[in-house]
């Protein structure tokens, strides 16, 4: 194997065995259906100014002296495309996101191949021992440690696993990286957790309006504000119509007042709606972190009335694990589980199998009373109601151990979607 830390200042002479200069990059693209780099040109450095050499004019790339099959005056020079990646001015030293891993990794090296007749970008070593090559001391660090029994870290990546960063600015998306949106919303959040504010932001405004919600929404309500504080209010607005009404209020809480009633403005009216009647309870309360999206049905309805209204409805619902059941006044009269509608008949009434003793929570009662009542009763979520027992949302467990339980732990439960 070979690595690009090894060419760097390599001499390269022509046909005629004359040195026409010393390698300083390296030219790749990726085309076609094979997810490795081949390089396509090496840029050489002279000593007036640069010239770019095709790799059909290349005899020896991995040599010690990189031979050219003919002598330069012959060779018509490569014209760089804006699809050329500049393997150690754009890629070396930087940092990419390994999409295998899930985390942000520095490249300290890459690894070269041979397919045939062409060279390959394999791997990206990411170890120890990479950065030892890059300072031109791993040779002698190895043998010492070796003596020591105490070989450098090694590590590699597969390129396929590698979402590519530009040079121009740290955590540009080159793509927009169909594997990045693949990935979990908390694998990206612990992505952007490790990377500074502005890279952070930057990460975010690659990601589709959808994405980026779900995302937001598993990252730390405080860190959430300091990453969308350059975004623009259009794009923000349709990132908060995403998002769950909670999740935005707890989002727009940490704004200054005057961009939150902006953004506030530029919402659909009934997104808008639901977050402005969580933003009038207090944060740390039932009403305050309760969630207004959920599954409502009638008493009459039968199990297949249900089940056609979960069809047509339930996306938009937090979690349809509990369905409630309200009366004509809308105040909360009963509460099945998904799991009783399905193994009930379908022409039985809701009324004939829902559970009419439920538990519930006040709309001002605090984060920590909702907890212990999750707690208590083993609950994947409890509802929110009034003084007259209206129904105005639901709080899910993970939403009342938010502030209880460390965040770490906190990601280790389960999420109540669908």
């Known amino acids: 194997m070979r690595f690009v830390s090894e060419l760097i200042g390599r001499p390269v002479v022509d046909l005629e065995g004359d040195r026409i200069g010393t390698l300083k990059d390296l030219l790749a693209i990726q085309s076609g259906q094979i997810l490795h780099p081949q390089i396509v040109a090496i840029e050489v450095k002279r000593p007036k100014g640069t010239r770019f050499i095709p790799m059909s004019a290349v005899v020896a790339l991995i040599a010690p002296i990189i031979l050219l099959n003919k002598n330069l005056v012959d060779i018509d020079a490569y014209q760089p495309s804006p699809d050329d990646l500049y393997l150690i001015r754009d890629v070396l030293d930087k940092q990419i996101i390994d999409t295998n891993g899930v985390r942000v990794v520095r490249v300290n090296d890459l690894e070269l191949t041979r397919l045939e007749n062409n060279i390959y970008i394999s791997n990206v070593d990411i170890s120890s021992a990479g950065l030892l090559r890059r300072l031109g001391v791993s040779s002698l660090i190895h043998r010492r440690a070796k003596s020591a029994q105490q070989i450098p870290g090694t590590g590699t990546i597969s390129w396929d696993h590698v979402e590519l960063l530009s040079s121009d600015e ?244 389960p999420h109540f979607y669908h």
Not at 278 to 288: C, F, I, N, Q
Not at 359 to 378: H, P
Request: with cysteine.
């Open 170 to 413: 740290p955590l540009r998306l080159k793509v927009p990286g169909e594997r990045i949106t693949e990935l979990h919303p908390a694998d990206l959040a612990e992505i952007v957790s490790d990377l500074s504010r502005q890279e952070g932001s930057k990460f975010l405004g690659s990601l589709d309006v959808k994405t980026l919600a779900d995302t937001l929404e598993e990252v730390e309500p405080e860190f959430q504000a300091s990453l969308i504080q350059e975004m623009a209010d259009e794009r923000l607005a349709d990132v908060l119509e995403e998002m769950a009404p909670d999740e935005a209020a707890d989002l727009l809480a940490q704004l200054p007042e005057e961009r939150s009633q902006e953004l506030l403005k530029l919402m659909e009216d009934d997104e808008a709606k639901d977050v402005l009647k969580l933003l009038a309870y207090p944060e740390d309360s039932a009403g305050g972190i309760m969630n207004t999206e959920f599954c409502v049905v009638k008493p009459e309805m039968t199990a297949e009335d249900v089940l056609s209204y979960l069809r047509s409805n339930a996306e938009e619902a937090e979690t349809i694990y509990y369905i409630y059941v309200v009366d004509q006044a809308d105040c909360l009269v009963g509460v099945f589980s998904l799991r009783e509608l399905v193994l009930t008949p379908q022409d039985s009434k809701v009324l004939e199998f829902m559970e009419d003793r439920v538990v519930s929570v006040d709309l001002t009662d605090s984060q920590e009373e909702c907890a212990q009542v999750i707690s208590k009763y083993n609950l994947l979520a409890v509802p929110v109601v009034d003084q007259e027992k209206h129904l105005h949302g639901i709080v899910t467990a993970d939403d009342a151990l938010d502030n209880i339980i460390p965040t770490a732990w906190k990601k280790r439960l």
